[in-house]
């Protein structure tokens, strides 16, 4: 047996290039079975990263998991596209969401800020579902919206906690869509769910 990886620095390379086999997003990313399974190591497990959301917000899982399908298709470094300048240019891009949730720069701060998980990243998903079901407690506590009511917590999610209070999605027939959209898959997922072997 070759002893040189047994080093601290080989060992710890060893763990940076298991960690990074993560990064490229599921396939399959219309069944959830599919996307758990696909994300079960001991690394990288978004199953129990789900759960644990689950039990810390009371959001379920298939909500928490039909959110970041649409907000990124479960990519890490999902941006929104570019702007561009003349036609062609590309300038700056249209918002600063960025991750699995698609947080924003000061909702994002506000989630560090307010759990003190100062270490959270928008890259990983444990920190990604977390900051969802954060979001959407913070949702509930402010508008009672029924915590399985995947259609209100999306809206309240695209639009923000104001938008959703003045009602600034009723005449955005493009967000009823999304959130629509987002209910669906929740409902698929939460019958996937029910046969999912995990």
Not at 137 to 164: E, Q
């Amino acid at each position: 047996m070759c002893t040189r990886w047994l080093t601290l620095p080989g060992i710890v390379a060893g763990l940076l290039l298991l960690a990074g086999c993560g990064s490229t997003p599921p396939t399959s990313i219309n069944d959830v079975c599919s996307v758990f399974s696909q994300r079960s190591g001991m690394f990288d497990n978004w199953y129990a990263d789900a759960k644990k959301a689950e039990r810390k917000y009371g959001i379920p899982v298939h909500i928490l998991m039909a959110t970041m399908r649409v907000e990124s298709g479960f990519q890490g470094n999902a941006r929104p596209p570019r702007r561009k300048v003349m036609g062609f240019i590309p300038g700056k891009r249209q918002s600063t969401a960025y991750g699995y949730s698609q947080a924003l720069n000061g909702t994002w701060a506000q989630y560090r800020k307010e759990t003190g998980q100062s270490m959270a990243r928008r890259g990983d998903f444990g920190s990604s579902v977390d900051f969802v079901g954060w979001y959407y407690a913070k949702t509930i506590n402010l508008y009672g919206v029924p915590r399985d009511d995947a259609y209100s917590l999306y809206l309240s999610y695209r639009t923000g906690w104001s938008g959703y209070g003045r009602g600034s999605w009723q005449d955005d027939a493009g967000i009823r869509r999304t959130a629509a959209r987002t209910a669906n898959f929740a409902q698929s997922y939460q019958a996937q769910l029910a046969d999912c072997r995990l």
